[in-house]
């Protein structure tokens, strides 16, 4: 798929930009010239169209500077098409909050564009029917052949609907769309789980990573040496590892690249984030968002399977 049909996508189906309305897209000098064609597209329906460059952020979950913090506040519509993730930043959910409609697409390539086409009324569907039921459970258990153990208390919290139509005023979701997620109860989920696909700072992986979570924060992180350390340097405070997310992907055209905006959201998955998880409901508010995508998982909702070995059973 063209970047042009891509740009039109997201302007048009998913954000409902009109002519009368303002778009902001941040972005960074690396993923500067993707976020020109998105650019072109907004000046052809609207006037009020502008592009801001921000510094590239060491991890995702960083604040951006103060700059481009206040411009988040002054638009109806707004793309982060950066390196690093804003999503889960008090200036994303300032601006939010202020009205503005927002799609976070950290690390987007022109290779993770297919992924846009689809059709959202099933997505909205298929969410749906998973937010139904995991608002009724109140615990969560995840397993793989390759040794997740992991059981999350989410009684009383409510789920992220990522599905990709952001047309109401103060929405926001990740672009390519295709999630539903929960932020597990803090200090209550125990147990380990294993990312075989995909972990958020180092790309796809080649061999697994272990995580050992006691009282809701990962004690131990075990694995290839080189990736493992850079991992403990990004989660370098204590406070920064609690489980933060537990997510499964609905998208049928994302695909496990080692680009965690769309890996996230493949089929098959499921996803555990390290770090910030204040922006859908939760209480840890830190500068870090890591996610790390597991494949072909069992899930549990108060002893009901709802996935088997990475197929819904809805």
Known sequence: MSREKAAKIVLKTCMGLKSNESILIVTDKRKKKLAGIFLKEAKRITKRAKLIETKIAKVSGEEP??????????????????????????????????????????????????ALDIDYRKIVKVNNRLIKMISKGNKMRVTTKKGTDLTMDIRGRRCFDDNGLLNKKGSFGNLPAGEVAVAPLERKTEGIYVVDASQAGL??????????????????????KRKTTKLKKLLKNKEYRGVAEFGIGTNPKARVTGIILEDEKALKTVHIAIGNNVSFGGRLSVPVHLDGVILKPSVYLDDKIIMKEGKLVL
């Open 203 to 224: 790309g796809k992986l080649k061999k697994p990573i272990q995580f050992h979570i006691r009282k809701g924060y990962a004690k131990r992180i075990v694995g290839d």
């Open 65 to 114: 500077p103060k700059n481009i913090a206040d411009e988040m506040q002054n638009y109806d519509v707004e793309l982060l098409i950066t390196t690093k993730s804003l999503s889960h930043t008090k200036a994303r959910k300032k601006a939010c909050k202020n009205g503005s409609r927002i799609a976070s697409m950290p690390g987007l390539k022109s290779s993770v564009l297919n």
